[in-house]
């Protein structure tokens, strides 16, 4: 799958769609209540959701998502933590969404993170960080099917949207 996402305009017509990404409220960001804190950052900043879903992550799911880190002292404590309570995983949809959200998620360890930053202002671990997010297209489009279906994924239109993306031009 690549990391460009199609919307169906026509019979036979496709024009590429804002980029997606994966965000993962992590099971210390449900734990301690941060649900509704962080969407409403993404929501905010003009983020489109495309889908959402609370679940709990399987183990095997975990290491699959890990992947990249498997072999790495701290891959067994990253896969046993995302398995460990249930996480709330979603798709956002923006043109620039991945750098966007990265930017606002903040350095990876809360002591780190810049105030401003959903980790900067809500985490001091380093071994829990509240939210995961795609770190490339590429990585997005490896990891929002392992949590989300094809038609899981909603396509729709903001009717602010002229006024969050338009140009002045």
Known sequence: MSGIFYRQTGAYAREPMAERTLIIIKPDGVQRHMMGEIISRF???G???AAAKFLQVSEATARRHYAVHEGKPFFEGVVKYL???PVLAMVWEADG???MARKM???TFGYNAEPGTIRGDFSCSRGYNLIHGSDSPESAAYEIPL???DEELVNYGLVDADWLYGKND
């Open 147 to 149: 949590y989300f279906a």
């Open 83 to 85: 398995a460990s309570s």
């Open 97 to 99: 969404v991945i750098d």
């Open 105 to 107: 998620m903040g350095a």
């Open 43 to 45: 929501e905010r900043k």
């Open 47 to 49: 983020f489109k959701l």
